[in-house]
């Protein structure tokens, strides 16, 4: 398993364009790498006789009415953006079309 | 961009055979998007239609919209598909900024509808059997404006501008199995397919099925392999294209570029590729595979949809008649000749003759509209006949107002050119512009005597039974009264006052 150092736990921040004091990143470290240790025992328990599940209690057909409900405003929308134009979200220059 | 070689698409065809497949992507017209309850509109001002949902801001959560599920079901069940005793929402993971959350919520390996027919026929009355695989829900994406660069696309761009009402609008993905054995009209019968796809979700009413909004859009698989050939070509996917012309175009375009390459032993490459209407061609896109990893995986937010077999039989009695009974009834009842049918399929206006009947127009007269002065009016500004302002209620008025007299075929074409430009309902420009035919008998007896008296000699004619010799008169009263009279009546008239003067 690889280890949850400092150096992994700010590039994950950054990727998820959180701010993390230098405190935060220690403790983070720890917390995840406990995380990622108790996901992998999971593995132990895999089987051909155990099914994939992807929820703890058997529920479907959970619908919601088709009632259009308040949407943010544009300038709510935008608020947390790191850059924007016209309305709308400003991104970098996209090279791949798909 | 270096241009493509073609090879002469009978030679293609001569050489090869060709093997399409067809992605149709279906917007659906609810009122709220599929996870949320942001409205589901067209045209509003950049993201003024998003919340923590479609944003996908860290901890918000989706909840299904039951009227997408219960289209969706719809569309399944109008395909002849089997409908899932259980159906899965799965995360669809890709990084481009069209979606804020990095995953696309779509259907995998469960989708809601599987196993299903169309019969379609082709501009030459043969009818191909085309299987479909699946029609699974999802979302639609965000839109993309890219900014700067020489060509405004995307290559060179300097930025791009990301608009999200879009995203999160529920769609439908209706895929078919490879199609065989369409030959040279496999180009029509895409086309044709897409028709009838936009055909039925119109009749279901779940889509506004208005394909230059992007409501209906299709991705076209082509591959060809030689004649004779088991294994089977590879296949290029062309997105973008957005009309049932282009279809056509595309599918052909993609024959005859791939049926050049391998004559000269060249490989094709598995790739996404672009349509351009402009330029009548295909471009590259990126290089594709069927390995594509978008790490797949249940949605854990959403629950299974498991539809009773009461609710699936209760859409099924909803359902209105297929294309091809609908053509058939429509074709009888409006005794149409095969001809003359078969021209108001391809020209695409089926609905639209079909609404200005129900409008209360007889169908003759709503079929010369349409597929005449309509359709040359489209043609010579360059439109699609449905992006012209006029209601087939519109075209209906105008054909009561030419039965009833009121109007001449050519007052009425005036008519139709004022409707176009936006200046209101037929009757009230006939008003406006007092463009109706007089039908006072008084006013046009007026101008009629007044006629005949400056010329004597033609009124001698017409008593001794010269009939011809009426027309000089008859020109001069429709000069007279402005063209605004009905020429049969004038002549009735002219003929009568002759004898009593
Ligand atoms: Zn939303």
Known sequence: ?98 | MAKDQLMDYQKALDAYEVVIGLEVHVELNTNTKMFCGCANVFGDEPNTNVCPNCLGFPGAMPAVNGKAIENSIKIGLALDCQIAATGRFARKNYFYPDLAKNFQTSQYDEPIAFEGTIDIEVPSGKVFTVAIERAHMEEDAGKLTHVGGSTGRIQGAEFSLVDFNRAGVPLVEIVTKPIYGAGDEAPELAAAYVRSIREIVKNLGVSDARMERGNVRCDANVSIRPKGQEKLGTRTETKNVNSLRSIERAVKYEIQRQAHLLSQGTAIIQETRHWHEDRGATSSGRPKSDADDYRYFPEPDLVPIQPSKEWIEQLRATLPEKPAIRRKRLQELWVFSDLEFRDVVNSDLLDEIDDTVKAGAKPQAARKWWTGELARIANSEDKDIAELSITPTQVAQIAALVESGKLTDRLAREVLTCVLAGEGNPEEIVAKRGLEVVSDDGALLAAIDQVLSEQPDVLEKIREGKLQAAGAVIGAVMKAMAGSADAARVRELVIQRANEL
């Open chain 1, 1 to 98: 398993m690889s280890e949850i150092t400092p150096e992994l736990v700010r590039h994950l921040a950054a990727l998820a364009r959180i701010e993390v004091s230098e405190a935060e990143v220690a403790q983070f470290a720890s917390q995840l790498a406990l995380i990622v240790e108790s996901v992998a025992t999971v593995k132990a328990a895999v089987s051909d006789e155990i099914f994939a599940t992807s929820h703890p209690i058997p529920m479907a057909n959970v619908f919601r009415e088709d009632v259009v409900k308040p949407s943010l405003t544009q300038a709510q929308a935008l608020s947390g953006a790191a850059d924007s134009e016209s309305g709308r979200f400003k991104v970098s220059a996209i090279l791949d079309e798909d």
